[in-house]
């Protein structure tokens, strides 16, 4: 397999989406580097990203686009758009508006740590969910 996507393709048929159509997607922090969330972007969502600016993504359990932020107001502003050599994931590096990308309140979605075979929470809640989503 070549590390490289085909230049002959449109940019989205590049990519190697799986069986559901769908991409795994990573959002990063454009200052820090920190790891926000983790999603999955359909086409329809990564050209509506692409389009707006704004980072789209597919709910998979709500089966419609979603854009980060619509009903939170915590937007991703997108920097840029990577994907890996094998075209399979998409990395958006982000300016997160309120600094709150986990609908849990907190900055980042990744706030459980594996210590002593024990999941403990190592990030604060930055505001309490009831007052973002009303």
């Given at each position: 397999?070549?590390?490289?996507?085909?230049?002959?393709?449109?940019?989205?048929?590049?990519?190697?989406?799986?069986?559901?159509?769908?991409?795994?997607?990573?959002?990063?922090?454009?200052?820090?580097g920190?790891?926000?969330?983790?999603?999955?972007?359909?086409?329809?969502?990564?050209?509506?990203?692409?389009?707006?600016?704004?980072?789209?993504?597919?709910?998979r359990?709500?089966?419609?686009?979603?854009?980060?932020?619509?009903?939170?107001?915590?937007?991703?502003?997108?920097?840029?758009?990577?994907?890996?050599?094998?075209?399979?994931?998409?990395?958006?590096?982000?300016?997160?508006?309120?600094?709150?990308?986990?609908?849990?309140?907190?900055?980042?979605?990744?706030?459980?740590?594996?210590?002593?075979?024990?999941?403990?929470?190592v990030?604060?809640?930055?505001?309490?969910?009831?007052?973002?989503?009303?």
């Amino acid at each position: 397999m070549s590390c490289t996507l085909g230049l002959s393709e449109s940019w989205v048929e590049a990519l190697r989406w799986n069986d559901e159509g769908l991409l795994p997607a990573i959002a990063q922090d454009v200052q820090s580097g920190k790891v926000l969330m983790f999603a999955y972007m359909n086409r329809a969502a990564l050209e509506e990203t692409v389009r707006t600016g704004v980072a789209v993504y597919w709910s998979r359990s709500r089966q419609r686009i979603w854009k980060k932020g619509e009903q939170s107001r915590h937007f991703q502003r997108v920097h840029s758009i990577r994907t890996d050599c094998d075209g399979d994931v998409i990395l958006l590096s982000v300016d997160q508006m309120g600094c709150i990308a986990c609908h849990t309140g907190r900055q980042s979605c990744f706030f459980h740590e594996l210590n002593d075979k024990k999941w403990q929470i190592v990030e604060p809640v930055l505001k309490d969910p009831k007052e973002i989503y009303r």
